[in-house]
């Protein structure tokens, strides 16, 4: 009988140690890109912002020419290259990158993550230029 309850002790103390376990997750990199710096790499309008319209349909999946503005590759800059979506004196309150920002609470279907975030609003303080 006190092998049995040995057994089953241990077998117990096994399972519980066996069964915890955590997964790691790894913060998302968000790039800092400082305007002022000369040195700072150039936000590229078409290899850094199209992706982040385009792919996974993330964008372009509504706002495919039925809805304003249109965020196909193709349409994109000149959809978004107005005082409407683009602020350069105040890039934080520019429209393309406030409306569909991480905190934002007015946008429901897709939002920008972290990264394409900063990729937004570094590309517009850096003259939001068709790159």
């Known amino acids: 009988m006190k092998i049995l309850r040995i057994l089953l002790i241990v077998f117990a103390a096994t399972s519980l140690l066996n069964s915890c376990s955590y997964n790691f997750i790894v913060p998302e990199e968000v790039p800092v890109i400082d305007p ?16 982040i319209f385009v792919n996974n349909n993330n964008c372009s999946s509504c706002h495919n020419g039925n809805q304003a503005p249109d965020l196909r590759a193709e349409n994109a800059f000149a959809a978004i290259n107005t005082s ?16 569909c920002s991480p905190e934002t609470t007015t946008h429901m279907r897709k939002k920008y993550n972290s990264a394409q975030a900063a990729l937004v609003l570094a590309w517009i303080r850096q003259g939001a230029k068709n790159n």
């Open 84 to 99: 409407r979506y683009i602020n350069t004196a105040s890039p934080e309150e520019s429209r393309i990158y406030k409306y």
């Open 36 to 51: 002022d710096d000369p040195n700072a790499p150039q936000v590229s309008f078409a290899n850094d912002i199209i992706p």
